[in-house]
């Protein structure tokens, strides 16, 4: 479908905003999607063009983040792997499953994530008394299989639609990880440019894209990855947790009312 020259500059607007806030906290994708809706595609041809369209975004953004990647190979490579998993799992989803169900849980599923954003020092704090108290020296490198299985089941719902993905992945891995919520949101980079590029792949052979979408989304995500890192890294602890609960709740209203 050929876009008009407004449709064509709200898209590759779009893609600016979603690329910065992927890269800042997540949920690009609510910016994006409900643009290429409304320039007349197909809720499915959308969601395919969007997930191809945002890999260079968080491309770009973990490569803006590459001070804070040092250091976490070996957990990159774990958490990775379980994500790619995750999100081929949800791509094969979103072409067999109707999405009435799915998307009925996805507002609870952000819901948690910010509970467990903010209670995340908390939260961290008593997992590592808990384990200093039986012997151990604290929280395990990757959070152990609680965090390899959360990130699993993710990965899968970012795979399939990725909505406030990032939202959920800083929750877990705030809550199970002894790490800089910085580091973190770099790692967050890498791990939903694994899912979505795993995804896109899937939909290459299975899915109809529209590719001026595709093409649009693509160079704005790539600009607003700079913008965000630049943004993003010189936040504090405190202001990056209250503006992934801010994001979080816009995400879970805008859900409730599609």
């Given at each position: 479908?050929?876009?008009s020259?407004w449709?064509?500059?709200?898209?590759f607007?779009?893609?600016i905003?979603a690329?910065?806030?992927n890269?800042?906290?997540?949920?690009g994708?609510?910016i994006?999607?409900?643009?290429?809706l409304?320039?007349?595609?197909?809720?499915?041809?959308?969601?395919?063009?969007?997930?191809?369209?945002?890999?260079?975004?968080?491309i770009?953004?973990?490569?803006?983040y590459?001070?804070?990647?040092k250091?976490?190979?070996?957990?990159i490579?774990?958490l990775?792997?379980?994500?790619?998993?995750?999100?081929?799992?949800g791509?094969?989803?979103?072409?067999n499953?109707?999405?009435?169900?799915?998307?009925m849980i996805?507002?609870?599923?952000?819901?948690?994530?910010?509970?467990l954003?903010?209670l995340?020092?908390?939260?961290?704090?008593?997992?590592?008394?808990?384990?200093e108290?039986?012997?151990g020296?604290?929280?395990?490198p990757?959070?152990?299989?609680?965090?390899?299985?959360?990130?699993?089941?993710a990965?899968?719902?970012?795979?399939y639609?990725g909505?406030?993905?990032?939202?959920?992945?800083?929750?877990?891995?705030?809550?199970?990880?002894?790490?800089?919520?910085q580091?973190?949101?770099?790692v967050?980079?890498?791990?939903?440019?694994?899912?979505n590029?795993?995804?896109?792949?899937?939909f290459?052979?299975?899915?109809?894209?529209?590719?001026?979408?595709?093409?649009?989304?693509?160079?704005?995500?790539?600009?607003?990855?700079?913008?965000?890192?630049?943004?993003?890294r010189?936040?504090?602890?405190?202001a990056?947790?209250?503006?992934?609960?801010?994001?979080?709740?816009?995400?879970?209203?805008?859900?409730?009312?599609?």
């Amino acid at each position: 479908m050929a876009l008009s020259i407004w449709e064509a500059l709200a898209v590759f607007a779009a893609g600016i905003g979603a690329g910065t806030i992927n890269t800042i906290v997540g949920s690009g994708t609510l910016i994006t999607f409900p643009v290429l809706l409304a320039t007349g595609l197909s809720p499915v041809t959308a969601n395919v063009s969007n997930t191809l369209g945002l890999v260079p975004g968080s491309i770009s953004g973990a490569i803006g983040y590459r001070k804070e990647l040092k250091g976490q190979g070996a957990r990159i490579l774990r958490l990775g792997a379980v994500s790619l998993v995750g999100g081929l799992a949800g791509a094969v989803l979103l072409l067999n499953l109707p999405s009435d169900s799915f998307n009925m849980i996805v507002p609870v599923l952000i819901g948690i994530a910010l509970v467990l954003v903010v209670l995340q020092p908390r939260i961290a704090a008593s997992v590592r008394r808990r384990q200093e108290a039986a012997g151990g020296d604290g929280p395990h490198p990757d959070g152990g299989p609680v965090l390899l299985t959360g990130m699993t089941l993710a990965s899968a719902y970012g795979g399939y639609f990725g909505a406030a993905q990032g939202v959920i992945y800083l929750g877990l891995m705030g809550s199970l990880l002894r790490e800089d919520m910085q580091r973190l949101n770099a790692v967050k980079n890498i791990l939903a440019a694994l899912v979505n590029g795993v995804a896109a792949v899937f939909f290459l052979f299975v899915a109809d894209f529209d590719w001026t979408a595709v093409l649009l989304i693509a160079v704005g995500s790539t600009l607003g990855g700079q913008i965000g890192a630049k943004v993003g890294r010189r936040l504090p602890p405190a202001a990056l947790r209250a503006l992934i609960v801010v994001v979080g709740l816009v995400a879970i209203v805008q859900l409730l009312l599609r």
